[in-house]
C-alpha cells in the first residue's frame, strides 16, 4: 500500500506561479510512475503530466505544456513536483496525486492522494 499526499495548492492570480509536492509514505518500485490530474467542478478528472521515477520517462497534456513542470527528488525524499507557471483560470481544479506500475494518461491508476484544491483567479 502506497499513501500518497498532496500539499502546495491555493489562491494565485492568473499569470502566477504554484508548487505542488506530493509525498509517497514510502518508495514505490522504480519501475512506477507518479502523476498528477486535475478535475474542476462538473468535469471528468483528466491528466496532466506523468514521470517515472527514473525520470527516464515525462509526459504532458497538450494543455500545460510549456507552463508546467514535473519533477522527482529520491533520496529517501519519495516526493513528486509539480511546478506551474503562468497560470490560467481554466487551471483551477483539484490536483491529484497518483501513482501506478503502468504509465496511461487515463484516471485509473492504482494509488491516489487527496487532493489539493488550486484556484486562480482572473
Known amino acids: 500500500q502506497v499513501q500518497l499526499v498532496e500539499s502546495g495548492g491555493g489562491l494565485v492570480q492568473a499569470g502566477g506561479s504554484l508548487r505542488l509536492s506530493c509525498a509517497a509514505s514510502?518508495?514505490?518500485?522504480?519501475?512506477?510512475?507518479m502523476g498528477w490530474f486535475r478535475q474542476a467542478p462538473g468535469k471528468e478528472r483528466e491528466f496532466v503530466a506523468a514521470i517515472s521515477w527514473s525520470g527516464l520517462m515525462i509526459s504532458y497534456a497538450d494543455s500545460v505544456k510549456g507552463r508546467f513542470t514535473i519533477s522527482s527528488r529520491d533520496n529517501a525524499k519519495n516526493t513528486v513536483y509539480l511546478q506551474m507557471n503562468s497560470l490560467k483560470s481554466e487551471d483551477t481544479a483539484v490536483y491529484y496525486c497518483?501513482?501506478?506500475?503502468?504509465?496511461?494518461?487515463?484516471?485509473?491508476?492504482?494509488?491516489w492522494g487527496q487532493g489539493t484544491q488550486v484556484t486562480v483567479s482572473s
Open positions: 497518483a501513482a501506478d506500475p503502468t504509465y496511461r494518461p487515463l484516471p485509473n491508476w492504482t494509488y
Open positions: 514510502r518508495r514505490t518500485s522504480s519501475n512506477y510512475y
